[in-house]
Structure formats: C-alpha cells, structure tokens
C-alpha cells in the first residue's frame, strides 16, 4: 500500500494532470512504455508529452507568461466548461508555436501564440479539444 505524503506544489499539480487521464495509468506502471515510440501515424498519442503540455500551460499560467495568459486563461475556462477541455484547446496552439518556432530556428512567437489562444474565444462551449 502506498503511504501518501505531502507533496511539493509541481508534484501536486503533476499527480492532478496524472489523475485526470485514467486512461494512461497503465502506461505509467510500464517502465517499457518510456522507450516506447508513440506514432501519430498508428493513432497514438504520446502520453507523456500530452500530460508534459498539461504541465506547462498550467505553469504558464501559474507565471502569467506569456503576460496575459492569465487572465485570457480565466476568461476561457467558463466557455470549455472546465480547465481540462480548455487546456486540450490550448495544446493545439501551443503545439503549433513550437513547431513553428523549430522550423524557423527562433523563440516561440509569444503574440501569435497568445492570438491563438484567444481564438478560442469562437469555439464556445461544449467544445472538447
């Protein structure tokens, strides 16, 4: 049995983000899975990366970084329904900033990635991403 101990801030957030997605707990216990190759073109996603964008939408919010992010965060969590449903929104732009930001060998275009992000204002509620 597993004695829970308290957890550090980061610790707590990645149990939470680990938490909400049943469906990869199973990998999680697979200590194969790490060197697994997970292709998009077989209709997998890759879990680790899913839940690692989790992670740091919620730390760009938590820093407000980019700056404003925050609060457009706040103003699009009502329309998702809840903070899950918006962050799987956000991971389609966030995926899209770094993509473009590798292809062109630059810093994440934080203005595009924050217009991004606010156009999801048009997708409304009951939208899952």
């Keep these: 049995m597993l004695e829970a101990a308290p957890l550090e801030p980061l610790e707590d957030m990645v149990a939470r983000i680990v938490d909400e997605h049943p469906e990869y707990h199973s990998l999680l216990g697979d200590d194969a899975a790490v060197d697994r190759d997970f292709t998009v073109s077989e ?10 964008m989790h992670v740091a939408i919620q730390e760009q919010v938590s820093t407000n970084r980019p700056d404003g992010i925050r609060p457009l965060y706040a103003d699009l969590v009502p329309r998702f329904g809840d903070a899950h449903a918006l962050e799987h929104a956000m991971m389609e732009c966030l995926s899209l900033s770094l993509w473009q930001a590798q ?11 924050l217009e991004c992000v606010s156009a999801l204002k048009r997708r409304g509620a009951g939208t899952r991403g």
């Design 43 to 52: 209709g997998q996603a890759n879990p680790f990366l899913h839940m690692s």
């Design 103 to 113: 292809q062109s060998g630059s810093l994440p275009d934080e203005h595009a990635y």
